[in-house]
């Protein structure tokens, strides 16, 4: 399993993460894409990887392309809560949910979207 961080979640957390040694595979946009690349452009490369997302984006099944990319590609991605918050509470929320993301990406089929609450529980999004 990997576990993409889009831009919105910027290069801090997951290069932590990968320096903690996540169990997850950890990747980030930056790694893979510009930076202005739009998101129903990179989207349709994550789902045939076969990723999920990790983002604060809380828009991407509001977007008519990109919830199209989402849908035809079967991506998996999460929201995590607090966008307007600190990196660090946004890392703690990660850290919180981070077994129910894993389990949520095993066991759901895709695509879906879930939004990971601040206590760290999932609530799967209408797509």
Same mark, same amino acid.
């Given at each position: 399993m990997i576990l993409f961080f889009d831009r919105s979640l910027g290069i801090e957390i997951p290069?932590?993460?990968k320096r903690l040694k996540c169990p %997850? $595979?950890? %990747? !980030?946009h930056q790694e893979h894409f510009a930076s202005d690349l739009h998101d129903d452009i990179w989207l349709p490369d994550i789902g045939r990887w076969g990723w999920f997302v990790i983002g604060q984006d809380y828009? !991407?099944?509001k977007n008519p392309s990109e919830l199209a990319a989402i849908k035809q590609h079967g991506i998996g991605a999460f929201y995590l809560w607090g966008a307007e918050a600190p990196r660090? $509470?946004?890392m703690r929320v990660f850290a919180r949910g981070y077994d129910n993301i894993v389990q949520r990406a095993n066991i759901t089929p895709r695509p879906f979207v879930f939004i990971?609450?601040?206590h760290g529980g999932c609530t799967e999004l209408p797509i």
């Amino acid at each position: 399993m990997i576990l993409f961080f889009d831009r919105s979640l910027g290069i801090e957390i997951p290069q932590s993460l990968k320096r903690l040694k996540c169990p %997850t $595979e950890i %990747t !980030y946009h930056q790694e893979h894409f510009a930076s202005d690349l739009h998101d129903d452009i990179w989207l349709p490369d994550i789902g045939r990887w076969g990723w999920f997302v990790i983002g604060q984006d809380y828009s !991407y099944h509001k977007n008519p392309s990109e919830l199209a990319a989402i849908k035809q590609h079967g991506i998996g991605a999460f929201y995590l809560w607090g966008a307007e918050a600190p990196r660090w $509470e946004s890392m703690r929320v990660f850290a919180r949910g981070y077994d129910n993301i894993v389990q949520r990406a095993n066991i759901t089929p895709r695509p879906f979207v879930f939004i990971v609450q601040k206590h760290g529980g999932c609530t799967e999004l209408p797509i």
